[in-house]
Nanobody, 123 residues
Framework: QGALVESGGGLVQPGDSRRLSCAGS????????MGWFRQAPGKEREFVAA????????KYSDSVQGRFTISRDDAKNAAYLQMNSVKPDDTAVYYC????????????????WGLGTQVTVSS
């Protein structure tokens, strides 16, 4: 068994930064690619970012490219999403996920999911 728990969400002002964390427990996620997805109110869940097992490959959605950075710390069994220059359109529940398949934008590729953390961007 394994579990992922997201943290770091909250109310953020437009233009500010926030770092989301994803803590793994119950198993080591060192051999899993890690991803972040988000779901805005009334919309389907969408891919945000993913990082490979080695950390050498990273993918981002067009909407966050250049503003968000995904990273991982295998010593802490954790992954992160650094969000800079946030916009109201970034308001969503953010989910962390782990995949045995290397970096993917498909939800079906992910084996473990957290319950999400709410990020609200508003002044």
């Amino acid at each position: 068994q394994g579990a992922l728990v997201e943290s770091g969400g909250g109310l953020v002002q437009p233009g500010d930064s926030r770092r989301l964390s994803c803590a793994g427990s119950g198993r080591t996620f060192n051999l899993y690619a890690m991803g972040w997805f988000r779901q805005a109110p009334g919309k389907e869940r969408e891919f945000v970012a993913a990082i490979s097992v080695s950390g050498a490959m990273r993918k981002y959605s067009d909407s966050v490219q250049g503003r968000f950075t995904i990273s991982r710390d295998d010593a802490k069994n954790a992954a992160y999403l650094q969000m800079n220059s946030v916009k109201p359109d970034d308001t969503a529940v953010y989910y962390c996920a782990a995949s045995r398949i290397n970096v993917s934008q498909r939800e079906s590729a992910y084996d473990y999911w957290g319950l999400g953390t709410q990020v609200t961007v508003s002044s």
